[in-house]
């Protein structure tokens, strides 16, 4: 009888145990940029899961990224480090946390045949994000270095995907896109070329950054992202077949179309990022901020030291 007792005892107690510590929600806040793939596989290889995080990948246009985070509906994003300047300026507190890739060649602007040089676009319609997104910026970044300025242009508000669209379309003298939509028009040179990408022209560096508020709240979570995003660039070199057909899939490319996609970037190591926020950073911040401030996007340049947090790269 004590036996029994003490079985129906521990049964009990197992039964009314306190429920294991409940994974951490968070809404997260991208594009189908190629660069932001490795979050994609972290969510459906259940790697966010076995860290302990409840992941939403939600996505949401580079231009009204701010306005989501500002409401509450995401707490973390996935955007370009000049963005979060941008969104700093204009009250959106956030602070980069990893950085996720760089682009070599992933970004770029297309134009039609008579359009041999840069030079060549004064005048001409292009189509590109609006203010204060990574392809309106590249735009800008592209004209200043040759005597030009976005008032040169006339400037076509569409999204990448869009953009791309458009100009296969015949619409537009010109476009900025990234990759996967970039490689449409690389298949298709009748349409046009491609006259300028971040081989050319390197600043295009990819972040991911959360609120100050969640990173506060919860740390622990915070090292979990960087550490799921780790895991999922380990597995993409273990297993790249698969790893490429997950990752191509949500933006309807098989995995031998992805990794080419893939080949014009570089996703950043634990090593990479371990030098990332002492140098290139603060350069690449610096000169950014100058370029913001012409345009008109921010009245007072950053304090480069407060638009990161280092805790959870290491």
Request: proline share 3%; no cysteine.
């Given at each position: 009888m004590k036996t029994r007792m003490l079985t129906i005892f521990s049964a009990l107690s197992i039964a009314f145990a306190a429920p294991a510590s409940a994974a951490t929600p968070v809404a997260i806040g991208i594009s189908g940029w190629t660069g932001f793939a490795p979050l994609t596989l972290a969510k459906v290889a259940g790697i966010f899961e076995k860290h302990g995080l409840d992941v939403t990948l939600k996505k949401v246009p580079q231009a009204t990224r701010p306005l989501a985070i500002a409401s509450g509906d995401l707490q973390c994003a996935a955007t370009t480090v000049e963005t979060w300047i941008v969104w700093n300026a204009n009250g959106v507190a956030t602070k980069q946390i990893v950085q996720l890739d760089k682009s070599y060649g992933a970004?770029?602007?297309?134009?039609?045949?008579?359009?041999?040089?840069?030079?060549?676009?004064?005048?001409?319609?292009v189509a590109a994000s609006a203010p204060g997104t990574s392809p309106y910026f590249m735009l800008a970044w592209v004209l200043g270095k040759n005597g030009l300025t976005t008032k040169d242009v006339t400037v076509v508000n569409l999204e990448p995907d869009a953009a791309a669209q458009a100009f296969l379309?015949?619409?537009?003298?010109?476009?900025?896109?990234?990759?996967?939509?970039?490689?449409a028009v690389r298949d298709k040179p009748d349409q046009g070329h491609i006259l300028a990408t971040t081989l050319d022209y390197p600043m295009v560096l990819d972040t991911l950054g959360c609120t100050p508020t969640f990173l506060d709240a919860h740390p622990d979570a915070a090292k979990a992202l960087v550490e799921s995003y780790y895991e999922a660039l380990d597995l993409i070199k273990a297993e790249p077949d698969k790893s490429n057909g997950l990752m191509g899939a949500d933006v309807k490319q098989s995995a031998a179309e992805f990794a080419d996609s893939a080949k014009y970037l570089r996703w950043a190591s634990r090593d990479d990022n371990k030098t990332?926020?002492?140098?290139?950073?603060?350069?690449?911040?610096?000169?950014?901020?100058?370029?913001?401030?012409?345009?008109?996007?921010?009245?007072a340049a950053p304090d480069v030291a407060t638009l990161a947090d280092t805790r959870f790269v290491n």
């Open positions: 970004d770029g602007i297309v134009a039609r045949g008579p359009i041999k040089t840069v030079a060549d676009l004064k005048g001409k319609t379309a015949g619409q537009n003298d010109a476009a900025v896109s990234y990759e996967p939509f970039l490689s990332f926020f002492n140098d290139e950073f603060q350069s690449f911040s610096k000169t950014a901020g100058d370029l913001l401030l012409q345009m008109g996007l921010i009245k």
